[in-house]
């Protein structure tokens, strides 16, 4: 057997072994026409391309029209080669492609002879006159220049229209929330199963590129309406290369641990501005070490690359329960292990066909527990929680987390691309120690708290306080989540009244679900000083009821048990670019999607429900563009594109509607202070309320024509090459949602139901007109409310890309975003990470103020003006030196009251203070000395986020109250005035919170070779 057949054989092994990935294309093309000195087309050039980054060469020759196609190029920087017998050989240098670029190029050959070489050097052009999509390459030129996090996340905000919102879930694109986004690493889809967000992490140390779309996308993508982030790690090469690295963060390198906004535990009439290390101490250090190495197996055929990057932090903590100056403290350590690595194999067996596979792992495990973990999120109400009664060093979790990749592309002649993807994707979670006991939890809502009621010393506990940390109470054996993936398309390049680039595709994707983790023992939550919140048929007290000390509630069952549930997904799609005149493309594409999500209830009588079944024609996708080349050299574009994205289900939901988690609430008079003997032996004292089961499945109460969650974009922009390195660019967007799917809580007949629908939609109102003819609701209650979501931007940039030893951006955008939703993540619940699940719709008057006007204005992360500018130099002596700087308005502060036991009652609707949290500047800034040992190199960086250690207040507190005000829905339609029925109000009520994390330093050092 030749070596040629045993490679391809090998090569074609390591493929399938590497398992299943995703459609995300990691490639790029380069489309040209070769002409002569009078512009006269060329047929029968030969094109050669190289590049230190691509395994073997790609080749082309023009056609009949003198053009050219090179597909499946790695990222990297290319050289052409062009020869024809007659003419003189031309050689083209320094080419630099990105991710899905497609490059034009112009080359003009003279008669001569073959052996005489003309060598151009010279980049190729900044404008990608092929693609609608907006957004941002980050190359290894811009994030090893400039300040970042260890994680690639840190530094893609650089790109407009692209923020860091926490209270949405990480990264918001356009105004989308964090679960909107989709991740990718080497193709496969990374996101969270359950909730979307990122999971996967990848140092910059082994990344080649990371790339953002944040608008104009093609229909080969789907599941996001916010952005598409595509990291793509390094590979290996025709020369050995690797590194030897080390990092190191800790306390002595960070500024000093903000204030947290709580209410006074002895006094909850009053607030104050809390700092955990006045009589506590805490320290971590972050040690991250690790190696590269890259190369090839056999030149030019098979390479390599492989890296292994451990993370240990230590955090210390201790802990003064009371907060008694002097007194004794009692020390606790967590240690983290992050297993990070990566393998990589890429190959050329025949000509034109290329193959690799990739392994990511990105597992962690922890021992050790932290009373109160973790006071860094600022949490209003944080404290330090749990007690020293129980022994946090057992505790621990084993989570491991990996991906992997592989690909097939092949080039058949000039005109036809057949590509083939795969990839797998596995994260999970397990305990080690069993819950500890009973779980209690004090709520205090009177003031002077439990010694007003007279109790024991020995009896009384802070508001807030917990007997061990949230959480806990639960045994996980398992939280598994897999996505498996596998994608084909087609490429096909025709002329036919200009020229066609078609690509139509097949994907399909299946999300696993297997989970087991609950609370065996009672879990105990006292509200002290509280009037009873619910009303519950067959109680003998009702809502508003006030028990001797108040009431207590015992879950049981809480937790969740759901067996290796599967979710499908199958997509269609075709787009093609139509080139008309060499200057006007037209992108004309359709995604359709079919989907399907089962019940999670292990109860027999749902074994074969399937409450979502989502069908083609449902999930139609049109994405409609055009650019203009206006001087048809790439120097001016316009461009323009409409679109419809919709979001693919995530695992929050049917978890929670469709049987997977059980929660039922008993509530009990809170008779005595002896609150330690409450479910001992299974003993609840008090008088019997009640049981609340909040989980009842809504497989039968599930809209069967819902509709997928949907936006509509429109966008319009221009780019403008001012030179060869610079570029200029503005774009118009509108992001305008459709459809929301969410689950609506409405008072049935059955008792109060979540019914999972779109809200707004004819469904919901059916079954609200079934509650009013039942007297459960009062007639002239106000039409259900759509989701509704809109964002406009105007983003304006200057880019130059790195020439003359700098490269730096500066960008502006202005936008507004108005509705009554925030997205699959709520921005008005402190982060909530639950899509399709959130509190919105929950009850009817949370869609209207106490005038009945329907909510809507600026939402929770509205920010009019944000600014961005970054820059790096490198100096001829070794030192490179880069900044980012931000600035950007604050959000909006609404007045929320708590009504009906519901969070989220905006009685005079958004924005109706007319203030927002303070504008925030930040700078963060990057230093790299770089000493030549020969061909390697040894490097020395420091990296500082918020250069200026800056405290500003991220969000200002809304809520009004701390008791819950009840309102019959008869008066909420007459007409009440909310705030004056509110008896104890929250005196944290418009203070500032959540400031900007202080000032952190890493120290690096790197050998290169």
């Known amino acids: 057997?030749?070596?040629?057949?045993?490679?391809?054989?090998?090569?074609?092994?390591?493929?399938?072994?590497?398992?299943?990935?995703?459609?995300?294309?990691?490639?790029?093309?380069i489309f040209g026409t070769v002409q002569l000195e009078d512009g006269s087309l060329v047929p029968g050039v030969s094109v050669i391309a190289t590049s230190p980054k691509l395994v073997g060469k790609a080749t082309a020759v023009t056609d009949e029209n003198g053009t050219f196609k090179l597909f499946n190029l790695t990222p990297g920087s290319y050289k052409l080669v062009f020869t024809l017998d007659g003419f003189q050989t031309v050689v083209r240098e320094n080419i630099p492609l990105v991710a899905e670029q497609t490059a034009s190029l112009k080359i003009e050959m003279k008669l001569g002879n073959l052996n005489e070489v003309i060598t151009i050097t010279g980049q190729t052009p900044l404008i990608d006159v092929k693609s609608t999509a907006k957004g941002m390459t980050l190359t290894k030129e811009i994030f090893q220049t400039l300040p970042k996090g260890r994680d690639f996340s840190t530094l893609v905000t650089a790109v407009p229209g692209v923020y860091n919102e926490p209270m949405t879930g990480g990264l918001s694109v356009d105004g989308a929330s964090g679960a909107e986004n989709v991740f990718y690493v080497d193709g496969m889809e990374t996101g969270e199963v359950r909730g979307a967000q990122q999971r996967m992490q990848a140092a910059f140390d082994f990344i080649d590129e990371v790339q953002v779309k944040a608008s104009g996308y093609q229909a080969e993508f789907g599941g996001s309406m916010g952005g598409v982030v595509n990291v793509v790690t390094r590979s290996g090469g025709n020369q050995f290369h690797g590194g030897v690295m080390g990092y190191y963060q800790g306390s002595a390198l960070s500024g000093k641990l903000?204030?947290?906004?709580?209410?006074?535990?002895?006094d909850p009439s009053n607030y104050e501005y809390y700092n955990y290390e006045k009589f506590n101490k805490q320290n971590f250090s972050?040690?991250?070490?690790?190696?590269?190495?890259?190369?090839?197996?056999?030149?030019?055929?098979?390479?390599?690359?492989?890296?292994?990057?451990?993370?240990?932090?230590?955090?210390?903590?201790?802990?003064?329960?009371?907060?008694?100056?002097?007194?004794?403290?009692?020390?606790?350590?967590?240690?983290?292990?992050?297993?990070?690595?990566?393998?990589?194999?890429s190959a050329e067996p025949i000509k034109n066909m290329r193959l690799s596979a990739s392994f990511v792992a990105n597992s962690n495990q922890w021992r050790g527990g932290l009373p109160g973990d973790n006071p860094s999120t600022n949490f209003p109400d944080w404290q330090p929680m749990g007690s020293s009664e129980f022994t946090y060093d057992k505790m621990g979790q084993n989570a491991p987390t990996w991906s992997t990749s592989g690909n097939l592309d092949y080039t058949i002649g000039n005109n036809l691309q057949v590509s083939a993807r795969f990839g797998h994707y596995n994260q999970n979670n397990?305990?080690?120690?069993?819950?500890?006991?009973?779980?209690?939890?004090?709520?205090?809502?009177?003031?002077?708290?439990?010694?007003?009621?007279?109790?024991?010393q020995d009896k009384i506990r802070d508001n807030n306080w917990e007997n061990y940390t949230w959480g806990l109470f639960y045994k996980l054996s398992k939280a598994n989540y897999t996505r498996t993936s596998a994608n084909v398309d087609m490429n096909y390049f025709m002329r036919l009244a200009g020229e066609h680039s078609l690509k139509a595709g097949f994907q399909y994707v299946q999300i696993m679900d297997d989970y087991d983790g609950a609370c065996p023992n009672p879990m105990i939550i006292l509200r002290v000083g509280r009037p009873f919140s619910e009303q519950i048929p067959g109680s003998p007290v009702n809502a508003g009821h006030m028990g001797k000390y108040g009431y207590y509630e015992n879950r049981s069952p809480f937790g969740q048990l759901i067996n290796k549930a599967r979710s499908n997904r199958y997509a269609l799609y075709i787009q093609d670019s139509w080139t008309i005149a060499n200057r006007l493309t037209l992108s004309i594409g359709l995604r359709a999607e079919k989907e399907k999500i089962p019940a999670f209830s292990p109860l027999e009588e749902y074994k074969d429900a399937v409450p979502i079944d989502l069908g083609w024609a449902d999930k139609l996708a049109p994405r409609l563009g055009?650019?203009?080349?206006?001087?048809?050299?790439?120097?001016?574009?316009?461009?323009?594109?409409?679109?419809?994205?919709?979001?693919?289900?995530?695992?929050?939901?049917?978890?929670?509607?469709?049987?997977?988690?059980?929660?039922?609430?008993?509530?009990?008079?809170?008779?005595?202070?002896?609150?330690?003997?409450?479910?001992?032996?299974?003993?609840?004292?008090?008088?019997y309320w009640g049981s609340k089961n909040w989980r009842i499945p809504s497989i039968n109460e599930t809209d069967p024509d819902m509709k997928p969650m949907s936006q509509r974009e429109i966008s319009f922009g221009m780019e403008k090459k001012i030179n060869d390195n610079l570029s200029a660019s503005v774009r118009l967007v509108n992001k305008k949602l459709l459809q929301a799917i969410d689950d609506i809580g409405i008072l049935m007949p059955e008792g109060e139901t979540y019914f999972i629908a779109n809200p707004g939609s004819d469904y919901v109102k059916r079954q609200y007109d079934i509650a009013i003819a039942n007297g459960l609701l009062p007639e002239g209650l106000p039409p259900a409310q759509k989701a509704k979501r809109d964002y406009y931007a105007v983003n304006?940039?200057?880019?130059?890309?790195?020439?003359?030893?700098?490269?730096?951006?500066?960008?502006?955008?202005?936008?507004?975003?108005?509705?009554?939703?925030?997205?699959?993540?709520?921005?008005?619940?402190?982060?909530?990470?639950?899509?399709?699940?959130?509190?919105?719709?929950?009850?009817?008057?949370?869609?209207?103020?106490?005038?009945?006007?329907?909510?809507?204005?600026p939402l929770a992360t509205d920010r009019p003006h944000y600014f961005k500018a970054y820059a790096s130099y490198?100096?001829?002596?070794?030192?490179?030196?880069?900044?980012?700087?931000?600035?950007?308005?604050?959000?909006?502060?609404?007045?929320?009251?708590?009504?009906?036991?519901?969070?989220?009652?905006?009685?005079?609707?958004?924005?109706?203070?007319?203030?927002?949290?303070?504008?925030?500047?930040?700078?963060?800034?990057?230093?790299?000395?770089?000493?030549?040992?020969?061909?390697?190199?040894?490097?020395?960086?420091?990296?500082?986020?918020?250069?200026?250690?800056?405290?500003?207040?991220?969000?200002?507190?809304?809520?009004?109250?701390?008791?819950?005000?009840?309102?019959?829905?008869?008066?909420?339609?007459?007409?009440?005035?909310?705030?004056?029925?509110?008896?104890?109000?929250?005196?944290?009520?418009?203070?500032?919170?959540?400031?900007?994390?202080?000032?952190e330093a890493t120290l690096g050092i790197k050998f290169a070779f």
């Not at 120690?433 to 007279?454: K, S």
């Not at 929660?663 to 609150?675: A, C, K, Q, V």
Request: hydrophobic share 35%.
């Open 796 to 857: 304006l940039s200057l880019e130059k890309r790195f020439s003359d030893n700098w490269l730096g951006g500066i960008s502006y955008t202005w936008s507004r975003m108005t509705g009554n939703y925030s997205g699959l993540n709520s921005s008005d619940e402190a982060m909530r990470n639950d899509p399709n699940v959130n509190r919105y719709f929950d009850l009817w008057m949370t869609s209207y103020d106490q005038n009945l006007k329907p909510i809507d204005g």
């Open 286 to 345: 972050r040690l991250e070490g690790g190696f590269s190495l890259g190369g090839y197996i056999l030149k030019d055929k098979l390479w390599f690359f492989g890296s292994i990057l451990p993370v240990y932090r230590t955090n210390t903590r201790d802990i003064n329960w009371n907060d008694e100056p002097g007194a004794a403290l009692d020390s606790f350590k967590r240690e983290d292990t992050w297993l990070n690595g990566s393998i990589k194999l």
């Open 874 to 999: 490198v100096l001829p002596f070794g030192l490179t030196l880069g900044t980012v700087v931000n600035a950007y308005s604050g959000v909006p502060f609404t007045t929320e009251i708590t009504v009906n036991g519901q969070q989220g009652y905006y009685p005079y609707n958004r924005f109706d203070t007319g203030k927002r949290s303070p504008f925030t500047v930040s700078a963060d800034i990057y230093a790299e000395y770089r000493l030549k040992l020969g061909k390697n190199s040894l490097q020395f960086s420091l990296n500082i986020r918020n250069l200026t250690d800056a405290k500003t207040a991220q969000r200002i507190f809304g809520n009004y109250n701390q008791d819950n005000v009840y309102v019959d829905d008869a008066d909420f339609i007459d007409g009440v005035d909310i705030k004056s029925l509110v008896e104890i109000t929250d005196p944290r009520f418009g203070q500032g919170y959540l400031f900007l994390p202080p000032l």
């Open 258 to 266: 903000r204030d947290s906004l709580r209410l006074i535990p002895d």
């Open 430 to 456: 397990a305990s080690i120690l069993d819950p500890p006991g009973i779980y209690y939890y004090h709520r205090i809502y009177n003031a002077g708290g439990e010694a007003a009621y007279g109790w024991p």
């Open 1 to 29: 057997m030749s070596i040629v057949k045993r490679f391809t054989l090998l090569a074609f092994s390591v493929l399938l072994l590497a398992g299943l990935l995703s459609a995300q294309q990691t490639t790029a093309k």
């Open 626 to 687: 055009f650019i203009y080349d206006v001087f048809g050299d790439s120097s001016l574009k316009i461009f323009g594109s409409y679109g419809v994205f919709q979001d693919c289900m995530k695992l929050a939901l049917p978890e929670g509607s469709y049987g997977g988690f059980s929660w039922i609430s008993h509530y009990y008079e809170l008779d005595t202070p002896n609150w330690d003997t409450i479910g001992v032996n299974n003993e609840f004292p008090g008088q």
